[in-house]
Every structure is written in structure tokens, then in C-alpha cells.
């Protein structure tokens, strides 16, 4: 059964920094190119980074120089380092895993910075 686990969201005010976690078990982790995403309420999911099995990495421009996205293939967890967050930042974060035309997805964690 595969499971994608989301942890570290919460209430940050703005300019601080928060480290969203992702489990992965289930799958062979190294070989899935891993993506953070999010979401507010009634609008479409925006993928915020990308990472890829060789640590290729990728970024909307909206978070470019102040996130960035790691993994550890032996822990089987991907990572997004948030620093400098804006209230704009304030949403559901997913984790993703894309193997082929395969997508797992794990269950959210929110975020929401204070102004």
C-alpha cells in the first residue's frame, strides 16, 4: 500500500520559515520524481517544486530563492525548506509522487502565514 505522509505545516508568521516533510513507504522512493504542490480553496493545484531520482530540481517563480525541495532516498522523504514566507504562501501543501504515468498523493498539510 503506498503512502505518501505529510507533517510539519502550521501557523508561521510572515518572514519566518517552516520544513514540510513528506513520508514515502510503498514505493521505490529513488526511482520517483517527487513534487511539492498546493492549493487554496475552490482554486486549481500549482505545483511549487520538482525533484527529480538525480536531485534535479525545479521551482515556480512565485518561490524561487526562498524554498527549496531535497530529498533523502535512504529516509524514503522529500523535503521543502519554506524561509522568507509571505501571507500569499498560505495554503495546502501536497506531496506527490510521479513514476511514469503512475501519481501517488499524499493527504495536505496546510500552511498559513500571518501577516
Known amino acids: 500500500q503506498v503512502k505518501l505522509v505529510e507533517s510539519g505545516g502550521g501557523l508561521v508568521q510572515a518572514g519566518g520559515s517552516l520544513r514540510l516533510s513528506c513520508a514515502a513507504s510503498?514505493?521505490?522512493?529513488?526511482?520517483?520524481?517527487m513534487n511539492w504542490y498546493r492549493q487554496a480553496p475552490g482554486k486549481q493545484r500549482e505545483l511549487v517544486a520538482a525533484?527529480?531520482?538525480?536531485?534535479?530540481?525545479n521551482y515556480a517563480y512565485s518561490v524561487k530563492g526562498r524554498f527549496t525541495i531535497s530529498r533523502d532516498n535512504v529516509k524514503n522523504t522529500l523535503y521543502l525548506q519554506m524561509n522568507n514566507l509571505k501571507p500569499e504562501d498560505t495554503f495546502i501543501y501536497y506531496c506527490?509522487?510521479?513514476?511514469?504515468?503512475?501519481?501517488?498523493w499524499g493527504q495536505g498539510s496546510l500552511v498559513t502565514v500571518s501577516s
Open positions: 506527490n509522487a510521479v513514476f511514469g504515468s503512475v501519481n501517488y
Open positions: 510503498g514505493i521505490i522512493f529513488s526511482a520517483h520524481t
Open positions: 525533484i527529480t531520482p538525480g536531485g534535479d530540481t
